[in-house]
Nanobody, 121 residues
Framework: QVQLVESGGDLVQPGGSLRLSCAASGSIISINVMAWYRQAPGKQRELVATINSAGMTNYADSVKGRFTISTDNAKNTVYLQMSSLKLEDTDVYYC???????????????WGQGTQVTVSS
């Protein structure tokens, strides 16, 4: 079974930096897309950043220029490097992946357990 395990959430001061990690494990033939979402209480889960198998990235306007998504393919891991953190970045961050566990033509969607990022002075 495929699992996504997140780590790196922490308390950080405004203007600080933090790196989130999400490692995929289990039966994996290919990973087509990995992404980071975040969700505040009472709000919709929102897309933060995506990266596909070709290395193409996309970012939400609110984080553009401050966050960077990247992968270590040998480790099946996606990272979110967060810089110049703001109070409004406080959220639970969720890892997402579209993965083919058995054949390239059959894919499934997986979610990490969530990791808390708190930006506070």
């Amino acid at each position: 079974q495929v699992q996504l395990v997140e780590s790196g959430g922490d308390l950080v001061q405004p203007g600080g930096s933090l790196r989130l990690s999400c490692a995929a494990s289990g039966s994996i033939i290919s990973i087509n897309v990995m992404a980071w979402y975040r969700q505040a209480p009472g709000k919709q889960r929102e897309l933060v950043a995506t990266i596909n198998s070709a290395g193409m990235t996309n970012y939400a306007d609110s984080v553009k220029g401050r966050f960077t998504i990247s992968t270590d393919n040998a480790k099946n891991t996606v990272y979110l490097q967060m810089s110049s953190l703001k109070l409004e970045d406080t959220d639970v961050y969720y890892c997402y992946a579209n993965i083919a566990p058995f054949t390239r033509r059959t894919t499934f969607q997986y979610w990490g357990q969530g990791t808390q990022v708190t930006v506070s002075s």
